[in-house]
């Protein structure tokens, strides 16, 4: 990785993904961040042009292998990828070893998770709310407001475009996986 992205600019790239997804006020978000990570990293690498076939599926746990397949589909696709957004990708993606109280209580987690459900698994600001139990939820008003009128036009026009496109390739992968169950 060529810089550190601060953790604003990582929360404001996943949410405009995120709230770019949102076409009506009925529109719904998968709760599950494992299955939130491996769809993110499916329609990134499918807007650069790359191959899928080696990301695994996961609704329980962080795959370790997703970020390996991120970075090397975007070593091989993504140049066209405005640097700021790929660079926030690698690092969202990045798994991480988390030791809260001693080596038998370590888990993995990556920034998405963190972004997406709160820091300390859930207890945190997060998108998603913290005691969510159904596999949807409908996002704040406020929060899709915030994101369409103040976050995504934050963004230069190369960067509005890769989230767009990013946005549009979630959209896809989650209305298909509705649709198959």
């Known amino acids: 990785m060529t810089s550190e992205i601060d953790l604003s600019t990582r929360r404001r790239v996943l949410t405009a993904v995120l709230a770019g997804t949102i076409e009506e006020p009925s529109s719904r978000l998968p709760t599950a961040p494992e299955y939130v990570l491996y769809t993110f990293a499916k329609s990134v690498i499918r807007y650069v042009g790359g191959d899928t076939a080696q990301l695994s599926p996961s609704r329980e746990i962080l795959e370790p292998n997703t970020h390996k397949v991120v970075v090397a589909q975007l070593e091989a696709h993504g140049e066209a990828l405005e640097p700021l957004i790929r660079e926030t990708i690698l690092q969202l993606t990045e798994p991480k070893t988390v030791d809260p109280g001693g080596p038998s209580h370590n888990y993995t987690t990556c920034e998405l998770y963190e972004i997406f459900r709160g820091r300390n698994q859930g207890v945190g600001f997060g998108i998603r709310p913290l005691f969510c139990m159904e596999r949807t939820f409908s996002p704040e008003y406020a929060w899709i407001t915030r994101a369409r009128k103040e ?9 509005k475009r890769d989230l767009e496109g990013i946005a549009k390739k979630l959209r896809e992968v989650w209305t298909k996986d509705s649709k198959t169950g």
């Open 151 to 159: 976050t995504i036009p934050s963004f230069t026009d190369a960067q």
